[in-house]
C-alpha cells in the first residue's frame, strides 16, 4: 500500500518515478560540501535572512545541520531534492534552531519519500520527534483523498539522543563527534539534562566544526583542533546591546546588564572566534547566524579585524544560501 500511495503521490506531483539508477564508482574526491541555507541569529524573524539551518553534503550523505523555519523553501531555492535527505542533526533545543523540523518530517512522510529519516540531536529530541509525529494523526486519519490511507507517520523517522563526547560512523564512512558546549551554562555550571552539542564531521582526512549556539568553550575549541572549517556563530553585541537600549527604554540598569552578561557568555564575540580558531590551527572560518542588528556589511569591518587580532587564516562571512566545498588534499 505504501508503494501505491508514492505512486500516487508522484503522479500528482509530477515526478517522473523514485527509481533509483545503478550505483557509480565512487569519485576519487568525494564532496564535502557545506551549505548555509539560513544565517539569522537569534527567534527574530527578519527581513533578509532565514532562520539557522544548513546542508552538509558528505560523500552519498545529504546531511540537515539545524532546522530553522524555513528550512525546506530554502532547500528549494538550491533545487535540493528531500529524497535525498536521510538525516539530520540539532544541536540544541531553540526554537530557531528546530522550528523547521516540523515541515522537514511532515513533507517527506506526505510525500512517502522512500526510507526512514534520523533525527540526531541531544536529550529531549525524541520528546520533540515524537510531538511532531503526534500532530500529524489528524492528517493521516483523514488522508489525501487518494482512496487508501497513507502509512502511519511513526514509521517514517526515529529520533537519536547523543551525549556529550559521543561519536557515530554514518553510511560512506561519515563520522561525526559531538561535544557539549557552554550555551546553556549558568554561573559556569553545566546542567547535564539540558545540553547544547557542537559536531565535528569527517569524510576521510577532511572535516568541518560546526559550533551551533555556544558561549566561549574549552570543548568546542578540542572539538575543532585540526578542522579544514570552522562553522560558527557570531555576535556583534556592541551594536546589538546601542539597539536594545534604543528599543527598551523602559529596561532598568539591572535587566540591561543581564542581558550584556547573557550575551557575552551564551553567544560568541568576534574575538573569542579568533582565539578559538587560532588555538585550534582551523584552515578556515566561516560565519554565519549573525546576532547583527541591521546590515551585515555595517558590522563586517570590526568583525574581520577583532577575529584578526588572533587568527590569520581566512574568514568568510556566509550570506543564506552560500556554499563552502572542501577539496580533497
Not at 541531544?122 to 509525529?133: A, E, N, S
Not at 556529550?164 to 550555551?183: E, F, P, R, W, Y
Request: hydrophobic share 45%; aromatic share 4%; with cysteine.
Amino acid at each position: 500500500m505504501a508503494a501505491r500511495y508514492g505512486m500516487l503521490i508522484a503522479a500528482i506531483l509530477g515526478f517522473s518515478g523514485v527509481a533509483i539508477e545503478p550505483a557509480l564508482a565512487a569519485p576519487a574526491c568525494p564532496p564535502l560540501r557545506w551549505t548555509t541555507l539560513g544565517t539569522a541569529g537569534g527567534p527574530v524573524p527578519t527581513a533578509d535572512r532565514s532562520e539557522p539551518s544548513n546542508l552538509l553534503v558528505a560523500g552519498d550523505q545529504t546531511i540537515l545541520v539545524d532546522t530553522g523555519d524555513g528550512t525546506v523553501n530554502q532547500l528549494a531555492r538550491i533545487g535540493m531534492d528531500m529524497r535525498l535527505i536521510r538525516t539530520v542533526f540539532i544541536s540544541h533545543l531553540h526554537l530557531d534552531h528546530s522550528g523547521g523540523l516540523g515541515a522537514v518530517i511532515g513533507l517527506r512522510w506526505m510525500n512517502q519519500f522512500p526510507g526512514q529519516l534520523t533525527i540526531y540531536g541531544p536529550p529531549g529530541i525524541r520528546q520533540v520527534v515524537d510531538g511532531i509525529v503526534a500532530s500529524m494523526a489528524p492528517p493521516a486519519r483523514i488522508g489525501f483523498g487518494l482512496g487508501a490511507l497513507p502509512p502511519a507517520p511513526a514509521g517514517s523517522v526515529r529520533a537519536v539522543e547523543l551525549r556529550d563526547g559521543q561519536s557515530i560512523t554514518l553510511d560512506g564512512g561519515v563520522t561525526v563527534k559531538a561535544a557539549a558546549n557552554s550555551h546553556f551554562d549558568h554561573d559556569g555550571k553545566a546542567d547535564p539534562a539540558n545540553i547544547s552539542l557542537s559536531y565535528r564531521f569527517a569524510l576521510g582526512d577532511r572535516s568541518i566544526t560546526y559550533t551551533g549556539d555556544t558561549g566561549p568553550s574549552a570543548a568546542v575549541a578540542t572539538l575543532a583542533t585540526g578542522s579544514d572549517m570552522l562553522v560558527s556563530e557570531v555576535i556583534d553585541l556592541e551594536r546589538l546591546m546601542k539597539e536594545i537600549r534604543q528599543r527598551r527604554v523602559d529596561a532598568s540598569a539591572e535587566m540591561l546588564a543581564s542581558m550584556q552578561k547573557h550575551l557575552s557568555t551564551h553567544h560568541l564575540l568576534a574575538a573569542d572566534i579568533g582565539h578559538m580558531a587560532a588555538g585550534a590551527k582551523v584552515g578556515r572560518v566561516v560565519l554565519t547566524h549573525y546576532a547583527v542588528p541591521g546590515l551585515l556589511s555595517e558590522s563586517e569591518p570590526s568583525l574581520r579585524a577583532d577575529i584578526g587580532k588572533a587568527y590569520v587564516g581566512p574568514v568568510d562571512l556566509s550570506r543564506d544560501l552560500s556554499s563552502f566545498d572542501l577539496g580533497c588534499r
